[in-house]
C-alpha cells in the first residue's frame, strides 16, 4: 500500500509531470467539475441531473470518475466531449459506473466500464 502526502512530479524526456493525487469526493451532483489540480481520481452518488465538466486538463492528462446511480438521471457532458461512435456511454440506474476522461483543456474523450459489482 502507498501512501502519498503530497504531490509527486516526476520529469523525464519520456513522461510528462506524472502527478498522483488522493481521490476527490465530490458532493455537489448537479455540476460534476473534475479539477484535475485536486485529484485524478473522482467519486460521485448521482441525486439529480448534472452536467460533467474536466474544466483544467493538462497537457496530457487521464481522470477516473466513480459515478453511482448515474442512469437514475440525465447526465451531459462539456461541448468539448468525445465518445467512441460519437454517442455518450449509458449509465447504471443502480450500481456504479468507471468514467474515464483522457484529453486536454481544449478536447477530451469518455470511455466507461458500466455496472461493477461489487463485494
Same mark, same amino acid.
Request: hydrophobic share 40%; net charge neutral; charged share 15%.
Given at each position: 500500500?502507498?501512501?502519498?502526502?503530497?504531490?509527486?512530479?516526476?520529469?523525464?524526456?519520456?513522461?510528462?509531470?506524472?502527478?498522483?493525487?488522493? /481521490? !476527490?469526493?465530490?458532493?455537489?451532483?448537479?455540476?460534476?467539475?473534475? !479539477?484535475?489540480? !485536486?485529484?485524478?481520481?473522482?467519486?460521485?452518488?448521482?441525486?439529480?441531473?448534472?452536467?460533467?465538466?474536466?474544466?483544467?486538463?493538462?497537457?496530457?492528462?487521464?481522470?477516473?470518475?466513480?459515478?453511482?446511480?448515474?442512469?437514475?438521471?440525465?447526465?451531459?457532458?462539456?461541448?468539448?466531449?468525445?465518445?467512441?461512435?460519437?454517442?455518450?456511454?449509458?449509465?447504471?440506474?443502480?450500481?456504479?459506473?468507471?468514467?474515464?476522461?483522457?484529453?486536454?483543456?481544449?478536447?477530451?474523450?469518455?470511455?466507461?466500464?458500466?455496472?461493477?459489482? /461489487?463485494?
Amino acid at each position: 500500500k502507498l501512501n502519498i502526502n503530497a504531490d509527486i512530479n516526476i520529469n523525464s524526456a519520456n513522461i510528462f509531470n506524472v502527478r498522483f493525487k488522493i /481521490e !476527490n469526493v465530490i458532493s455537489k451532483s448537479n455540476d460534476i467539475s473534475l !479539477n484535475y489540480a !485536486n485529484a485524478t481520481v473522482f467519486t460521485c452518488t448521482a441525486t439529480q441531473a448534472a452536467t460533467i465538466t474536466p474544466p483544467n486538463f493538462p497537457r496530457s492528462g487521464v481522470a477516473l470518475l466513480k459515478l453511482r446511480n448515474g442512469g437514475n438521471f440525465t447526465i451531459s457532458y462539456a461541448a468539448n466531449a468525445q465518445f467512441a461512435g460519437g454517442i455518450a456511454p449509458s449509465r447504471t440506474s443502480s450500481g456504479l459506473d468507471h468514467l474515464f476522461f483522457e484529453g486536454n483543456s481544449t478536447i477530451y474523450t469518455v470511455t466507461s466500464i458500466l455496472d461493477i459489482q /461489487e463485494d
